[in-house]
């Protein structure tokens, strides 16, 4: 994964007229079900912020790109979902995933409409919530308004992370103010995380 990330990284620091496409493509398989097991989405587009405070890719066709990548990977799964209903948990590839199915299940039936917003920012749901609520006849206006507000969310906080890194390396601070803020800044993920994970265990 993290070879895999320096690579694309590195593609778009030599190609940054493909930015847009490559972070597109990134945003895209970290929203479509199964393919974000295999995609280091978050990485690399936090990673792509510090590219973007570098000033070699735009930020909003950056932004734009990853909030469109992400859409068309949610509309993806919901579309598969509203296709196959429940029984797409029994055909391959679906099926070697039954543990994060369930989940899916539990957490949408539970949260409903909220659950596709919040999803998006929990790595183990992002991918399956759409399906679920695919699969649940979930109203596709309402889906579809969830999923653009929270795509235009997730796009800019993911890249403005990586932005506000690349300010941080690069300023005239010591080195121990430098890993004062990132510690800080690590606690406050840890937390989010740790209360991302208690809210999925609820489900």
């Known amino acids: 994964m993290d070879q895999l990330t320096h690579d694309v990284l590195a593609f778009i620091g030599a190609h940054p007229e493909l930015a847009a496409l490559v972070i597109g493509l990134t945003a895209f398989g970290e929203s479509f079900a199964i393919i974000s097991f295999f995609v280091p ?42 296709a196959f209903g429940t029984g797409l948990r029994h055909r391959w590839p679906f099926k070697k995933h039954h543990a994060t ?16 917003f919040v999803g998006r920012f929990l790595g183990p749901l992002r991918a399956f919530v759409p399906l679920s609520a695919g699969m649940f006849r979930m109203r596709p206006l309402t889906f ?60």
Request: aromatic share 12%; hydrophobic share 60%; no cysteine.
């Open 41 to 82: 989405g978050t990485t690399i587009l936090v990673a792509a912020g510090t590219l973007v405070q570098a000033g070699v890719i735009d930020p909003v066709a950056a932004v734009i790109a990853a909030a469109i990548g992400a859409l068309i990977g949610d509309t993806l799964s919901f579309l598969i979902g509203r």
């Open 101 to 116: 199915f369930d989940r899916g299940e539990a957490f949408f039936k539970r949260y409903g409409w909220a659950s596709v």
């Open 144 to 203: 579809y308004l969830t999923s653009i507000i929270s795509a235009a969310i997730w796009a800019p906080a993911l890249l403005y992370s990586g932005y506000l890194i690349g300010v941080v390396l690069q300023s005239g601070w010591t080195p121990q103010e430098k890993v004062a803020v990132f510690a800080g800044a690590a606690l406050v993920f840890v937390l989010l995380i740790y209360a991302a994970r208690r809210l999925f265990k609820a489900a």
